[in-house]
């Protein structure tokens, strides 16, 4: 089968599809049918990759971590997502997503977000691009995350605090649904990952894909390699993996994407979905979920915010199944520990979800010889992260 065949029919092999209700079937349809039409336009484009430059800070550079490569081997490099405008790979989807509304003639954005990083992306695109933004979040996450919420409400967007079910991201998602079932000619939708109904996990994984390109562009170029022997990246939703990984599927190369460990797969208190979940249908896809016996959803922990969704994009699921990508799990104490070894050997400090990448590419490249190399996405900067870190560490830093 050819992994980077697209899904015409909605489908990653069986994964995938259009599972919403009735009202929206049309709705999804006519994205799809616009999306195809408009990621063909010159215009479109143009603006695009110009928002992407002089806004957003593309493109990217990848850097040569010297220290870090010294003390476990191979050659370890990092492409710097946390370099872009609100420091994470969230803004390339942002902007994206907007212009195709603004384009499609949509003047009013919803959007869900969990930890509040989509939804701080999603207000700037559309105080930008001129869009009235509406960003539905758990209250419990609204409590948690409060410097983000401010921030949203900064640049200009209207926060609805949902108050059912657990009160976190999942609940969030349910009530954008219902938002836009009622509103859709006014409203479009704009999913944070490679997540949700087809064709969402196409348009995101093509918006993110720019990570990947940039890669098969640079790597050649400050290497004697044409393409790293390992890719790696973490995986909430997959959006910043795919992104990642798509434009190297046919490639001879190692990929490997990196869910969150939690307390521990065996304790229950994780959010590894690919290493350790089930098939099944959740937000409009059948992919791998979190889920008991009797189907229901159960609760996911991460000390990583960004990371602890109990679905996964259905493209992951595929590239699972198709053993072209290799998945594990990194726990919190593994996270830390990357996070604080990559502050003090490279003075960057990383994203607690990278974190769980840089972990995995740490362990790898003990086993790596010299000549060797590991590119890791560096998706966002920990700044975020610092509170939650002091506070797991206490006086042991
Ligand atoms: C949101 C986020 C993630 C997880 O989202 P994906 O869709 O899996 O990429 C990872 N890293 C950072 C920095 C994030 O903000």
Request: aromatic share 6%.
């Amino acid at each position: 089968m050819n992994l980077k065949s697209q899904p015409t029919d909605g489908k990653f092999g069986t994964f995938g599809g259009k599972y919403v209700p009735e009202t929206l079937m049309p709705v999804v349809d006519e994205l799809e049918e616009k999306y195809n039409e408009i990621k063909e336009n010159k215009e479109f484009n143009e603006k695009l990759s110009k928002l992407l430059k002089d806004y957003a800070g593309r493109s990217t550079p990848i850097y040569f971590a010297e220290n870090l490569s010294k003390k476990y081997g191979g050659k370890i490099y990092f492409k710097r997502e946390d370099l872009l405008h609100g420091g994470a790979h969230k803004i390339n989807n942002s902007i994206g997503q907007a212009l195709l509304a603004k384009s499609m003639g949509k003047k009013r954005i919803i959007a869900e977000t969990g930890a509040g990083q989509h939804g701080v992306a999603t207000a700037m695109a559309c105080a930008l691009l001129d869009l009235k933004c509406e960003i539905y979040m758990g209250s419990n996450d609204v409590e948690r995350q409060s410097p983000n919420v401010f921030r949203m409400r900064l640049l200009g967007a209207e926060v609805h605090s949902v108050k059912s079910g657990s009160q976190t991201l999942k609940d969030a998602i349910n009530e954008a649904i219902r938002d836009w079932v009622t509103n859709v000619e006014s409203t479009y939708y704009l999913i944070g990952s490679v997540v949700g109904p087809h064709p969402y996990p196409m348009i995101v994984r093509d918006f993110q894909s720019v990570i990947g390109k940039e890669i098969k562009e640079q790597f050649p170029k400050i290497t004697s390699q044409e393409i790293p022997d390992i890719l790696i990246a973490c995986v909430g939703g997959g959006s910043n993996a795919i992104g990642t990984f798509y434009p190297f599927l046919d490639d001879e190369c190692k990929l490997v994407g990196v869910e969150a460990g939690g307390l521990g797969i065996d304790k229950g208190k994780h959010s590894s979905t690919l290493v350790a979940g089930s098939e099944g249908v959740l937000h409009g896809a059948r992919s791998y979920l979190l889920q008991d016996e009797d189907g229901q959803i159960q609760e996911t922990h991460s000390i990583s915010a960004g990371l602890d969704y109990p679905g996964v994009g259905p493209e992951h699921s595929f590239l699972k199944s198709q053993d072209r990508v290799e998945y594990v799990s990194i726990n919190d104490e593994e996270a830390v520990n990357a996070f604080v070894e990559m502050s003090r050997l490279e003075g960057i400090i990383p994203a607690l979800e990278t974190s769980h990448a840089i972990a995995e590419a740490i362990k790898r490249a003990q086993k790596l010889g010299d000549k060797q190399s590991i590119l890791v996405t560096l998706s966002g900067r920990g700044d975020k992260d610092t509170p939650i870190i002091a506070k797991h560490l206490g006086n042991n830093l």
